[in-house]
């Protein structure tokens, strides 16, 4: 079975700072893993996607993640806020096996300051 | 606009009422998924369609739901009965079938207010 586990309900940083967002994975074999974000009343939109390969992944936005397998995470960055970066972020997991439907993580608010 | 579309955008009903929710995918995708959202909550796995076939139901689909995917192209979600704890966003996403992506479009949701 498989599994996310995003730390922090709530991150709140002011507008330039770095944003990091947690997420750890629970996986029974190699997984692909995803970071989504979700505006208000809004579907969900792909920021980044780890399959195979370089362990550093960038997104859209100026995003970035890092999978690492030794410690089950796949870490959400953004070197600078900005204030359009205010949403509801989710880490899911999906394994390379049968349906692959995804399995999401209970989300992380952030919060942008001025 | 070529993406996953979801109507209604919004409902209401009383309980007790039948409901029923479309999903249009992108063309070409042939893999279709529903989810359900709770206020606070990451979306949790529904069902899923290869083509027309329904492979795989969740726990959380009740006897009361019920989805069909005819022709392998839109798809249906109705749900009978209603409850209030059926009140919750739904979500379709479709993906590719073949190669090694497995990323998943969604649409916007239909969400769901039981009265």
């Known amino acids: 079975a498989q599994s996310v586990t995003q730390l922090g309900s709530h991150v709140s940083v002011s507008e330039g700072a770095l944003v990091l967002l947690r997420c750890n994975y629970s996986?029974?074999?190699?997984?692909?893993l995803f970071w989504y974000v979700q505006y208000p009343n809004q579907g969900l939109q792909l920021l980044l996607k780890?399959?195979?390969?370089?362990?550093l992944v960038k997104g859209i936005n100026g995003f970035e993640a890092e999978f690492k397998k030794s410690e089950t995470s796949f870490h959400l960055t953004k070197p600078s806020a900005h204030m359009s970066d205010a949403a509801e972020y989710f880490c899911?997991?999906?394994?390379?096996?049968?349906?692959?439907?995804?399995?999401f993580g209970s989300g992380t608010r952030l919060q942008v300051q001025p | 606009d070529t993406g996953v579309s979801q109507n209604p955008r919004h409902k209401i009903t009383k309980r007790g009422q039948n409901v029923t929710f479309r999903c249009d995918p992108i063309?070409?995708?042939?893999?279709l998924y529903w989810y359900r959202q709770t206020l606070g909550q990451g979306p949790e796995f529904l069902t899923y369609?290869?083509?027309?076939?329904?492979?795989?139901k969740s726990r959380l689909l009740s006897d009361r739901f019920s989805a069909e995917r005819p022709k392998g192209s839109f798809s249906t979600l109705e749900i009978q009965r209603t409850e209030q704890g059926d009140s919750a966003m739904y979500l379709c996403?479709?993906?590719?079938?073949?190669?090694?992506?497995?990323?998943?479009?969604f649409g916007q949701g239909t969400r769901l207010t039981v009265v």
């Open positions: 996986s029974s074999v190699p997984p692909y």
């Open positions: 996403a479709s993906s590719p079938g073949a190669g090694r992506s497995t990323e998943a479009f």
């Open positions: 780890y399959t195979t390969g370089a362990t």
């Open positions: 899911a997991v999906s394994e390379d096996t049968g349906r692959r439907a995804l399995t």
């Open positions: 369609f290869q083509n027309e076939a329904q492979l795989e």
């Open positions: 063309s070409e995708h042939n893999r």
